[in-house]
Structure formats: structure tokens, C-alpha cells
């Protein structure tokens, strides 16, 4: 824009509080600034030698409506640099910045943040990086200089601006005000890493990390030397680690009236080992961030006599009545025997409960239970090592591809035992890295939500082999169970099942895992022995699964075949998707009980039909509302199926449609009208088709959308005539061979190339592609 656009008439802007201007002799348009005028002398007089700084500055300068936020190019001797913390400095800038007295113009020295910008390094335009500066609300910026040895362009700023506050004190090196209570994060942070050392490198660079990043006086961690603890007494047995209580002459941080840094002397903390001080940097940082979620830290300290690093701590409770827990204990949850409070739930004392529990002995599972009891909230969220002659095994009740499980008696104390199911661990006398990762993911789903108990480990002291410790479904496995009780199975308990199965699933989800290897024999059927107890479903076995991130296959995976995506088939990565998939063959074989291509062998050929839309049949009559979740669950095209989130609200809609339906004298007459259309004899799609899916346009035109109430009937009705034909269902079923299905490798490299084989010879591959028909699959290809 001109000049001339800059110099209009600012008249409704211009009041006698502003005071005049000295140049046009009226009155300012805000506190000592002429906008009409001043920006035109401010931007005259200077040169940076660079012509797009010097017109994007001055660009800026005309806008500019307030003589304190005016930017500018600084000389660089006009600088004097007294402290650098990498690419940052701290310095006194002479002129100072600009501020208003009364109605008069002035400049105070000031210190200020100086930082590198790093295009102007690579010969590239530092104006972009600049601008991003100045947007950002939470720094103040005064404008640019240029270091006059390197040639490198550098901000100037306050970077922690926006957290300066006339309440906070004064900072006493900067002069500027703090960013919190008695602490300025430009320059405490700097001060208070300076003149310490622990003798241990990475527990230097450890706490400085955590000194640089402090935002607050009182959260600092510091190191303590040991002489400035005394009366120290160990309070726990060796085998729990050393833990101790100490009295801490300097005391821990506080901050009095006025701002006023203070100690409070003679404190009392804990004392608890580091148990490894050879732990990398990133090691270290991890366990005291995972620490500090349970309690106060303050520091890191050495015992003299034996050289171990020790953690200090709040301590749980001392004379004062100081609990890091005080809110969460309550009467009802009965009394710690450690520390005699209430508890901070059922059984559960978090202050005490990680750090009296049993140890392996290995360091890798004593870490990783660590790790897991830190975080426990509460007494059954809460895993531990669990002596192998503490549990009395009963008899084997399953074996799989990837361990066996056994039923046992865990005999908790003298009157207090649980049945409990334990899975062996096979990789586990190899390495303990192993077998931690599906124990980790486990426990991780557990604390995300999952429902099946997750007790903690144990090891078999004649094998030698790790065994996980788990909640016993007293009703074995899906397949099992519907294999025996079929008949039995009305679709209300079905579809309490799969509900069941779909919230497990949101929770693995949530955790950012995928189950890999989702299958009936991976589902636990669970009832309370009370009459009241009702049939629950778990999802178990998370022995192939893996964080979302992990999810690249390489030349094959583990699995069993009809219920695995085809594009897993086929090589591509597991998704969650991939589980939904298996949701959906599980679905089809909850109508049947039948496992499903029972009749096939688990080759590359079945692969590659899967691959080309083949699906597991229904039972005669299922519910058409079913079997269009059911087959959008198994979409050819991964995007297109629905999410656990999806599935479960869907299921649980209809379940309490088919509860309320004892309740509603409505069904019979709704049965009994011609409005109500018996399902197929047959509803047995052999292969994948898109007009089956949930399509609007595939309703028939009768068929009110709008009506909800007959919707709700007609869905109603469907289930209970499928209800009825489940006596003609379980004959079928007794008759039936069944046959154990088990977790094995396959080759999904070699499926990839015969598919795209086939593709090629057949000119399959638009069609696979679009997936908008049944493929017909030349015989020549595969033998159906």
C-alpha cells in the first residue's frame, strides 16, 4: 500500500490523554504515538544491509499503533551477551525497550532473549521464521539483529512473556518480573544446574533435564548431597529394596510471603533405591517421571557406604499428618497394615502396596512390575510376582499354538484362596524380553479398560518356565461354549456376548493395540457362581498383538485362517480394521456354532478366495439386520468397515429391543399383520456381495425408513423367529464334526505372489479391485 494510506487522518483515534504530538501538534491517537506521524520517523535513520529485512521491517513499523510494540533492527553492539544455553542467549540490550511515562517516550535497558535463526544459516529468507515469532502470542518480540562474527540473523525477544506477572516478584538477575511465584524460567533454570555434581554422569544430565524444564520454584529436583541427611533408618527388608527415612537439613522448597524463597529445615522424606545406576539417560528420566505420577520428588542422593543412588521422596506420612494420598483414603476401604491409614481403596494402599510386594529376582520382570504397580489405582488393577509354591495346579485346560493353560488354586493366605488359569509363557526360558511383550500387553489393556484379571507372573520352579497368572473362566472358550450350550442360547444372550466382546475391543483399541489373532478360542466365557450371576465374554490371548505403529508384516504371520483380513492375507499391515474383520467371522459363526470353511483345507487357495470375497455362511433364519453388520464387519475394503465404538452401539440397540420384548403386547399383533415379512427359508451367502451390505437403496420401497416403531418391531420379530428355529440349529450342530483350530505361520508372501498370479492370467484384478459383484473364481484358480 502508499505511504500516503498510512498517513490518513486518525481523527476518531486521536484525546487530550494521549497528549501531542510533537511533529503535527495534535493530539496523540495513543499514549505518546502519533500513528500519522511517529511510524514515518521511526522508520527513517536505520539500515539493516539486507533490503528485504529493511522493507519488511519497515513494513511492520508503519502499521504500527503503539509506540511500545514498535519492532525494529538492532545493531549488535548494542547487546552485551552474559549467559548461552545453546542456541539461546541471554543479554543486556543498552538502548532498552520503549516505554510510556505520563504522555512521554522513553527507553529503559532491559534484558532480553537472543535466539539463532537457523534459515538465516542456510543463505534462506529468515523472514518466515521470524513472522512465526511474532504471531506466537506467547513470546514478545522487539525486532532482529545480526551477529556480526557468524552473520547469523537472530530474534529478539522475552520467550516466556505471556507468564509475566507483577504478582510473581521480580527476578533478581533478569530485573524482569517472575513467570511463577519467586521463579523466572529464562533464568533460574540456568542458575540453579551450576555448581553441583553427583559424580555420575548420566545422573547429572538427568536431573539438569529436569532442572532446565522446571517452571516452578518449588517443583525443582536437585541433587542432595548425603551429608545433609541424618537420623536415616531402613524401614523395609532388603528383598523390597532399600527404603529409608531421613531427616533433610536443607528441607524442601518453599516460598513465603512476599515471594520470598525459603526451606523448610529438617524435613522428613524417604529414601528409595534406583535399581540400576548404570541406567541410560532416557532410562533414568522415564522412572522418575513414572515415579513422581505416585509422589513428591526432590532430588537424588548417594549412600556413602555402598555407593547406591537413592531417590528422595515425599515422605508417605510424617509428624505434620503430610499424606501425598489424604483424599482418596477412606474408612471403608479398610486399614493398610504397613502404615496404618485407611486405604486408598478396597485392599489397596497406593502409598505402600508397590513397594512391599515380592520380588523375581530378574531385573527385567521386577522392573516391568515395577512400572505396572506404580500406576495401579487400585487393589485389582494392581499386578505382582506371585511364588509358584503359592499356587497348587490343579489339571490342563487348554493348549494352543502359542502355550498351555492350567487351572490352579492361588492360596492368598491361610483362609483365602482364588481359582485362577495359567498360561505358560514359551519363549520365556530364552529371554525375559520375550515373553514380557504379551504380558505388557496384557497389562496395558487391562489398565485401559479390558475386563479379564490379570493377577501378575509366576514361574514354575521344575521347568523354569514363566507362567502368567490370570482370571479363570470357569466356561472355557466361544467355540466351546456354544459347541455345548447351543440349544440353550437364545439370541438376547448372543448378543450379550458379542457386546461383551465389542467393548474389549473398544478398550484394546484404546490402548493402541491391535489383537492380531481375534478368534473364538481366544474368547473366555466367564459366570458368577451366584444364581444372579450372568455369562460374560473376555477377549484373551494377546500373544500377537502389537502397538498400531508395529503393525508392517514381513514375509508371513501367525493366525488362523478364515479369520484373518484379506489384506493381512495378502501382506499389508494389521489395523484395527483387521480386527474388525475377525468380528466379523466370529459374528457368522455365533449363528451356526459351526466353525467356519470347517470342510477346507488352510492353503493358499482358500486364501485367495477369502482374498476375492469369499465369507462364512449364516444359520437358516438369522436376523437380516445381522447379517448386514456382520458383512460390513467383513468388507473386502478395510475402509468401509464400522469401528468397535460402532458395532457395540449397534449391538447393544438391538439387545435391549429383544429384552424389552417380553414387555410388549405389541410384537404378537405386529407378527400377525401382513406387514411383517418372514425371513428366507435360507440366508446362507456363500460368497461376498455388495448388495447385501447396509445400503439404503437396497430397502425395499415398502419398507418405512421413517417409522422407527416398526423398524424396532420388524427387528424384534426377526430375532425371535430366529430364536425359534435354534432346536432344528442344534441337531444340525450335534451331528456336525468339529475340529480344533490352532494359531500356525502362514506364508503371506507366497499368497501375495499366486494372487497376483491369478489376477494377471484371470483379469481379475479390476474386478478384486472395485469389489462390486461375487467374483466368480475360475476353477482353473481355485477349487471351490
Known amino acids: 500500500m502508499s505511504i500516503f494510506w498510512y498517513m490518513i487522518n486518525f481523527y476518531s483515534k486521536r484525546s487530550k490523554i494521549n497528549g501531542e504530538c510533537a511533529h503535527c501538534k495534535r493530539y496523540n491517537t495513543s499514549p505518546a504515538w502519533c500513528q500519522t506521524c511517529d511510524p514515518q520517523k521511526t522508520a527513517q535513520g536505520w539500515a539493516s544491509g539486507n533490503t528485504n529485512i529493511d522493507d519488511f521491517i519497515k513494513e511492520i513499523q508503519l502499521k504500527t499503533t503503539e509506540y511500545e510494540n514498535m519492532i525494529e533492527w538492532i545493531p549488535f553492539n548494542k547487546f552485551d551477551i552474559f549467559q548461552k544455553n545453546g542456541d539461546e542467549f541471554l543479554a543486556n540490550w543498552l538502548d532498552g525497550i520503549r516505554i510510556v511515562s505520563g504522555k512521554t517516550q522513553s527507553r529503559e535497558p532491559y534484558i532480553i532473549d537472543l535466539k539463532i535463526l537457523y534459515s538465516s544459516q542456510n543463505t534462506m529468507d529468515p523472514l518466515d521464521e521470524f513472522m512465526n515469532y511474532v504471531k506466537n502470542d506467547q513470546h514478545k518480540v522487539y525486532g532482529l539483529t545480526k551477529n556480526t562474527t557468524t552473520n547469523e540473523c537472530m530474534l529478539v525477544f522475552d520467550k516466556f512473556h505471556s507468564k509475566r506477572n507483577y504478582n510473581n516478584g521480580d527476578c533478581e538477575h533478569c530485573n524482569r518480573d517472575n513467570t511463577s511465584p519467586a521463579w523466572c524460567q529464562t533464568c533460574d533454570p540456568q542458575k540453579t544446574v551450576e555448581g553441583w555434581t553427583s559424580g555420575n554422569k548420566n545422573i547429572d544430565d538427568c536431573i539438569k533435564e529436569f532442572q532446565l524444564n522446571s517452571i516452578a520454584y518449588e517443583s525443582v529436583i536437585e541433587w542432595i548431597p548425603f551429608n545433609r541427611l541424618e537420623n536415616i533408618q531402613k524401614i523395609s527388608d532388603d528383598k523390597f529394596g532399600n527404603v529409608f527415612q531421613a531427616t533433610w537439613l536443607d528441607g524442601k522448597r518453599l516460598i513465603l510471603k512476599y515471594n520470598k524463597r525459603s526451606r523448610s529445615p529438617s524435613y522428613m522424606v524417604e529414601l528409595k533405591g534406583l535399581f540400576d545406576s548404570r541406567k541410560s539417560l532416557k532410562e533414568f528420566t522415564n522412572q522418575i517421571e513414572i515415579e513422581s505420577d505416585v509422589t513428591k520428588i526432590y532430588g537424588i542422593t548417594q549412600l556413602t557406604t555402598t555407593g547406591e543412588y537413592l531417590m528422595v521422596y515425599e515422605r508417605a506420612i510424617n509428624n505434620y499428618g503430610n499424606d501425598y494420598f489424604a483424599s482418596k483414603r477412606h474408612y471403608w476401604n479398610g486399614k493398610c497394615t504397613n502404615c496404618s491409614r485407611f486405604n486408598t481403596s478396597t485392599n489397596w494402599c497406593q502409598s505402600c502396596d508397590p513397594f512391599i510386594k515380592t520380588r523375581s529376582g530378574n531385573k527385567d520382570i521386577d522392573d516391568c512390575i515395577k512400572e505396572f504397580q506404580l500406576n495401579a489405582t487400585e487393589h485389582k488393577k494392581a499386578i505382582e510376582w506371585i511364588p509358584f509354591e503359592n499356587l497348587n495346579v490343579i489339571n490342563e485346560i ?294 447385501d451390505e447396509v445400503n439404503e437403496s437396497n430397502k425395499p420401497d415398502e419398507y418405512d425408513k421413517s417409522d422407527k416403531s416398526n423398524e424396532k418391531l420388524q427387528i424384534i420379530s426377526e430375532f425371535m423367529a430366529a430364536d425359534r428355529i435354534i432346536p432344528e440349529l442344534s441337531i444340525i450342530l450335534r451331528e456336525h464334526p468339529d475340529i480344533v483350530y490352532a494359531s500356525r505361520f502362514i506364508n503371506t508372501h507366497d499368497i501375495a505372489q499366486y494372487y497376483k498370479e491369478i489376477s494377471d492370467q484371470f483379469n481379475l484384478k479390476d474386478e478384486i479391485a472395485s469389489a462390486s459383484n461375487n467374483i466368480e473364481i475360475p476353477n482353473d484358480a481355485v477349487n471351490q
Open 398 to 691: 487348554g493348549k494352543g499354538g502359542f502355550g498351555t493353560v492350567y487351572l490352579a488354586n492361588w492360596q492368598q493366605d491361610i483362609s483365602h484362596s482364588t481359582k485362577v488359569a495359567l498360561k505358560t509363557l514359551p519363549r520365556s526360558k530364552k529371554s525375559s524380553s520375550d515373553f514380557l511383550i504379551e504380558f505388557k500387553s496384557h497389562v496395558h489393556c487391562r489398565i485401559s479398560g479390558s475386563r479379564l484379571e490379570i493377577y501378575g507372573l509366576t514361574q514354575n520352579t521344575e521347568t523354569k518356565e514363566y507362567m502368567m497368572v490370570i482370571q479363570y473362566a470357569n466356561k472355557g472358550d466361544l467355540h466351546n461354549y456354544l459347541k455345548l450350550n447351543f440349544e440353550e442360547l437364545t439370541w438376547e444372550d448372543k448378543l450379550s456376548l458379542l457386546i461383551n466382546i465389542s467393548k474389549d475391543l473398544i478398550k484394546i483399541h484404546k490402548a493402541e493395540y491391535i489383537h492380531c489373532d481375534l478368534h473364538c478360542g481366544n474368547i473366555l466365557q466367564h459366570k458368577e457362581e451366584s444364581w444372579l450371576g450372568s455369562l460374560k465374554s473376555y477377549v484373551a490371548d494377546l500373544g500377537l498383538s502389537r502397538k498400531n505403529e508395529d503393525g508392517v508384516l514381513k514375509k508371513g504371520i501367525y493366525g488362523i485362517m478364515p479369520y484373518i483380513a484379506p489384506e493381512v492375507l495378502l501382506g499389508q499391515k494389521y489395523t484395527p480394521a483387521a480386527d474388525i474383520y475377525s468380528f466379523g467371522v466370529i459374528m457368522a459363526e455365533m449363528t451356526t456354532g459351526i466353525r467356519p470353511f470347517y470342510e477346507r483345507s488352510f492353503d493358499t487357495k482358500l486364501a485367495i478366495g477369502i482374498s476375492c470375497g469369499k465369507r462364512p455362511e449364516f444359520a437358516l433364519r438369522t436376523p437380516n439386520c445381522y447379517i448386514e453388520l456382520a458383512k460390513s464387519c467383513m468388507h473386502l475394503d478395510s475402509q468401509k468397515r464400522p469401528t468397535a465404538e460402532t458395532i457395540y452401539n449397534k449391538l447393544s440397540e438391538w439387545h435391549n429391543f429383544v429384552k424389552e420384548s417380553n414387555e410388549t403386547y405389541e410384537l404378537d399383533e405386529f407378527v400377525e399383520s401382513d406387514e411383517y415379512d418372514e425371513p428366507d427359508e435360507f440366508n446362507n451367502p456363500n460368497e461376498y456381495d455388495k448388495s
